[in-house]
């Protein structure tokens, strides 16, 4: 089975940046990959979401303009650049794989275990 493994959470002030990485093993398991983020009491959310053979990529709205997906193929790792960060972005944040690249986590079939990230005020 597929493993997916994420790094690169942490604690940051508001205003701050952080880069995300999703290592997958032995390679992509779907044909898009995502990122999904969770605050606590909360239902998961979609992010962005970035197509392995190059058809693109797509954001929730409101993040579209601090946050950029990207991959690298020869290392099979996907990344989330996050900009400009604000206490609602706190969260955990989840790398998933799917069949097709939409931003509803209930399409996505591989998970990887998350990464918090903590935005403070």
């Known amino acids: 089975q597929a493993q997916l493994a994420e790094s690169g959470g942490g604690s940051v002030q508001v205003g701050g940046s952080l880069k995300l990485s999703c290592v997958a093993a032995p390679r992509f398991p779907g044909r898009c990959m995502g990122w999904f983020r969770q605050a606590p009491g909360e239902e998961r959310e979609g992010v962005a979401v970035?197509?392995?053979?190059?058809?693109?990529?797509w954001y929730a709205d409101p993040l579209q303009a601090r946050f950029k997906i990207s991959l690298d193929n020869a290392k099979n790792t996907i990344y989330l650049e996050m900009n400009s960060l604000k206490p609602e972005d706190t969260g955990r944040y989840y790398c998933a794989a799917g069949s097709r690249c939409n931003l509803d986590p209930r399409k996505y079939n591989v998970w990887g275990q998350g990464t918090q990230v903590t935005v403070s005020s």
């Open positions: 970035i197509s392995t053979s190059g058809g693109g990529s």
